[in-house]
């Protein structure tokens, strides 16, 4: 399992996307993990009080579950670029920290987007 985000895979057809984001861009087509996505009034919120919020909802998921859904060859995205503060970091160490598996930041779709 990997994170990145809309504009590192814009026009891919990869089935191992999934948008983990309240709202994926206009026409996405692929997979969606509503679960995970942020709620509406965490929008405004700011960095400390988003986190607290996220982690309720992480709190209310089940690791094992969420990582069987979504699969090893998960690609989460959402709209931060790397390095911002994003909530798709805070799932992969959620996942990290519960289930000893590695979820890097993936910068650059190579090989894995040539469907």
Same mark, same amino acid.
């Given at each position: 399992m990997q994170t990145?985000?809309?504009a590192t895979f814009r026009g891919s057809c990869n089935?191992? %996307?999934v948008s983990i984001a309240l709202w994926p861009p206009?026409? $996405?087509r692929g997979r969606r993990y509503k &679960? *995970? &996505?942020?709620?509406?009034?965490m929008m405004t919120m700011d960095e400390a009080s988003?986190?607290?919020a996220y982690q309720k909802? %992480?709190?209310g998921l089940d690791p094992q579950e969420v990582f069987k859904d979504l699969g090893e060859d998960a690609i989460l995205l959402? $709209?931060? &670029?790397?390095?911002?503060?994003?909530?798709?970091? *805070?799932? &992969?160490k959620w996942l990290e920290e519960h289930l000893g598996v590695d979820v890097p930041e %993936?910068?650059?779709?190579? %090989? *894995?987007?040539?469907?």
């Open positions: 990145s985000n809309f089935p191992n %996307l206009r026409g $996405w &679960a *995970l &996505a942020p709620r509406r009034k988003y986190r607290e909802i %992480l709190d959402c $709209w931060e &670029a790397p390095g911002k503060f994003c909530h798709r970091r *805070l799932v &992969a %993936l910068r650059e779709p190579s %090989l *894995l987007d040539n469907f």
